[in-house]
């Protein structure tokens, strides 16, 4: 009956950390979703930004696992070139190992105060204070969560299973890694063996080689979740994952035998022997990103060799089945799913835009007319197909058919605005030499990445009807217009300033702004049945005299 309480209490305490982990998660991606990505998106033009890119988005989101499938869908998307996006996922593992460092250096006893702060922050008006708050009871659970851990592991100390278990491993370094491999990949969180492995080694029970061969075993796990994640994903994004988990495997194949001599050179060092686990997961992380650096464009190519690009389709509708017009849920369903790839045709279409106008290359724009044509006949397909529901189908069915009709509609004006507005303002300032001013140039370059992440948000809100999204986006296109506002403004002041590169391109910067500001007033569109459907929306933004709206 012991053992049992013990196990429960130890299992508790590891299901509380990687509750936590993902509070954290959750919380950076609301409080900083839109800097994180354009951030992680804009940062990897060279190596030493791209580490440094990895480990800053890694330590905020507490996971390497969620940075690599970030990364993985950016090159996806061509906005990060493969070898760069090898050298990220480096910098994401020692982030990783920095964190395991920092929340095993016995600070667990200030968890209270950061769940109580959390849950302060949590209740304020704003979507950034949320994310925070709940980041912030997300670390706050994790530190209590050692605390447990530790509790739960001190009554095994003295177990006789456990040390005859602990010397089976320690006779065979090659089945304590596999095991902690598989732990990893279980809890998927590398992060949460490690912290496991401390609180055990705590009790003295593991001897420095068998410690290390459980922390390379964590590295190795921790990098099969992301593979697992793109197993469905085009070629490129499953070329990163897979990249990265044979550099893990590599080198915690050539540090294995030297398990033991790393474990007596860390004990050595003037350090806690406590935190050897910790320490041995830092050094092994930095030495990795060391030694695989300078290779990562061989990776790279040779992961396009071995993994193949995808087969190109047909540009036709791939999931409107006539068979399923008889049940309009299933129809409903198929249409939606259609929809949404429209929606990542129309990212592909603003990311090379983006790409062209930040890189001065025209070749990213060669493909963009004939997507725009492949949406064009998509939201046709999608409305016909529609139309032969029938009227009986039911209140909420007629909505739902709406809203998709609405959504088509509106991502088919986005391509429109794209193809003939971005495309040509991109193209004559490539043409014609124009260079923006610092100041306008970053101006736009952010409000193309926040155009980006807004048309991901919409994407969501559309499958989910998520009514916080809803909501949330509609403040963001407050930031939208006033961001636009703000960079008019800007501009009008360098021109009165007599500035060359300003006077040159005026009529394209504006242009830009605009068009961009209307690409994001039809992405919000998505949110409007959600929020007028919950009482939520007003019909008109106007004033009455007595300063209420009407």
């Not at 804009?42 to 030493?48: D, F, N, Q, Y």
């Given at each position: 009956m012991e053992s049992l309480v013990v196990m429960i209490n130890l299992f508790g305490?590891?299901?509380?950390?990687?509750?936590?982990?993902?509070?954290?998660?959750?919380?950076?991606?609301?409080?900083?979703?839109?800097?994180?990505?354009?951030?992680?998106?804009?940062?990897?033009?060279?190596?030493?930004?791209?580490?440094?890119?990895?480990?800053?988005?890694?330590?905020?989101?507490?996971?390497?696992?969620?940075t690599a499938l970030m990364v993985a869908s950016f090159v996806e998307r061509d906005l990060i070139v493969p070898a760069m996006a090898q050298v990220v996922l480096l910098g994401a593992n020692v982030g990783t190992a920095v964190t395991a460092w920092i929340v095993s250096t016995g600070i667990e006893w200030i968890s209270p105060l950061l769940i109580l702060i959390g849950i302060v922050l949590y209740r304020r008006a704003t979507t950034a204070l949320k994310g925070a708050g709940t980041a912030m009871i997300g670390v706050g659970l994790m530190l209590l969560s050692l605390h447990l851990l530790g509790l739960a592991t001190e009554p095994v100390r003295g177990s006789p299973a456990l040390g005859a278990f602990i010397r089976l491993l320690d006779n065979a370094w090659v089945v304590a890694m596999v095991f902690s491999a598989i732990l990893a990949v279980l809890s998927s969180s590398s992060l949460a063996v490690v912290i496991l492995v401390v609180s055990i080694a705590a009790t003295g029970a593991l001897s420095p080689g068998l410690t290390v061969a459980l922390i390379l075993g964590a590295n190795l796990g921790g990098a099969v979740p992301p593979v697992l994640s793109t197993l469905s994903a085009p070629a490129a994004a499953r070329r990163v994952t897979i990249g990265n988990l044979i550099v893990r495997g590599i080198g915690c194949l050539v540090m294995l035998p030297f398990a033991g001599h790393l474990g007596g050179l860390l004990l050595a060092m003037p350090f806690s022997p406590a935190a050897m686990p910790v320490d041995a997961h830092l050094a092994f992380n930095i030495l990795l990103a060391i030694v695989a650096w300078p290779f990562a464009g061989l990776l790279s190519r040779l992961m396009a060799r071995l993994i193949a690009d995808d087969p190109k389709g047909d540009d036709g509708p791939r999931f409107l089945d006539v068979q399923a017009l008889d049940t309009p849920v299933v129809a409903l369903a198929s249409a939606t799913r259609e929809v949404l790839g429209i929606g990542d045709i129309i990212e592909k279409m603003l990311i090379r835009c983006q790409k062209a106008f930040s890189t001065n290359d025209l070749a990213p724009l060669k493909e963009v007319a004939s997507l725009e044509k492949q949406v064009d006949r998509l939201q046709q397909e999608v409305k016909l197909y529609l139309s032969r529901l029938g009227r009986d189908t039911g209140a909420t069915n007629d909505r739902r058919s709406i809203a998709i009709i609405e959504y088509a509609i509106n991502l088919e004006h986005i391509g429109d605005i794209i193809e003939k507005g971005l495309v040509e303002q991109t193209t004559k300032k490539i043409t014609k030499g124009l260079a923006f001013s610092d100041d306008g140039f970053q101006e736009l370059r952010n409000l193309f990445d926040l155009t980006i992440e807004n048309?991901?948000?919409?994407?969501?809100?559309?499958?989910?009807?998520?009514?916080?999204?809803?909501?949330?986006?509609?403040?963001?296109?407050?930031?939208?217009?006033?961001?636009?506002?703000?960079?008019?403004?800007?501009?009008?002041?360098?021109?009165?300033?007599?500035?060359?590169?300003?006077?040159?391109?005026?009529?394209?910067?504006?242009?830009?702004?605009?068009?961009?500001?209307?690409?994001?007033?039809?992405?919000?569109?998505?949110?409007?049945?959600?929020?007028?459907?919950?009482?939520l929306l007003i019909e008109s933004r106007l004033r009455s005299g007595t300063g209420s709206e009407v």
């Open positions: 305490a590891v299901a509380l950390l990687l509750f936590g982990l993902a509070q954290v998660r959750d919380g950076a991606m609301r409080a900083l979703g839109v800097r994180l990505r354009s951030g992680l998106a804009s940062s990897t033009r060279g190596g030493l930004r791209s580490f440094v890119s990895g480990f800053s988005a890694t330590i905020a989101l507490q996971s390497s696992t969620a048309l991901r948000i919409g994407q969501t809100i559309f499958v989910t009807g998520d009514e916080a999204l809803a909501r949330q986006l509609m403040e963001v296109k407050v930031s939208v217009r006033r961001l636009e506002k703000q960079s008019s403004g800007r501009h009008l002041e360098r021109l009165r300033d007599g500035r060359a590169d300003s006077l040159q391109t005026s009529s394209l910067h504006l242009d830009m702004l605009r068009d961009l500001k209307r690409i994001n007033a039809h992405i919000v569109s998505v949110a409007h049945p959600i929020l007028d459907e919950g009482g």
